[in-house]
């Protein structure tokens, strides 16, 4: 393709992504892929049709796995007070004692949960226990020191 062509498609995205569509950003570093390829073609590099091709996908391919997220969250971060999906980090109750390895309840945001023990220390009844991770609906719950 002749570099002009991949400016052109360049343009085309990121002015897509900018006015037409929101898909957080997704046609952004494609049109910056198009972009820098016809960059490439333009300097002189002589590149077959299929080398071009496969620069492009190189490029869109690693700008969107490894640079995408951190900017989308950088430009737009969650709104103040929304409610964060799942419940890993977050500081639940011991409605029983819980021994390490067993399960038992915790109280978290206004109900009670199935919950597992996975830290050393036994979890004492009204003691404070972090959620490290939920799979499906047990908890699995250390104590807090």
């Known amino acids: ?13 990121l002015l897509a992504e ?3 569509v929101d898909l957080e950003f997704y046609l ?14 333009v300097s002189g ?5 299929w080398t071009q091709w496969l620069l492009f996908a190189a490029l869109a391919a690693g700008s ?8 989308y969250t950088r430009l737009r971060p969650p709104p103040e007070g929304e409610v964060r999906e799942g419940v890993d980090g977050e500081r639940a ?14 109280a978290l945001r206004g109900s009670t949960w199935t919950a597992r023990n996975v830290g050393n220390a036994v979890i004492d009844h009204g ?4 959620v ?3 799979e499906g609906i047990v908890l699995d719950v250390r104590l807090l020191a």
């Open 45 to 49: 590099v002589a590149l077959p049709f």
């Open 93 to 106: 109750s011991a409605e029983e004692a819980i021994q390490p390895g067993a399960q038992g309840i915790v």
């Open 64 to 71: 969107l796995i490894f640079f995408r997220r951190a900017v």
């Open 132 to 134: 490290v991770r939920s």
């Open 1 to 13: 393709m002749p570099w002009w062509g991949w400016i052109t498609i360049g343009a085309m995205l």
């Open 28 to 41: 952004l570093f494609l049109g910056f892929s198009a972009l820098l390829t016809g960059a490439v073609v």
């Open 18 to 20: 900018m006015t037409v």
């Open 127 to 130: 003691a404070a226990c972090e």
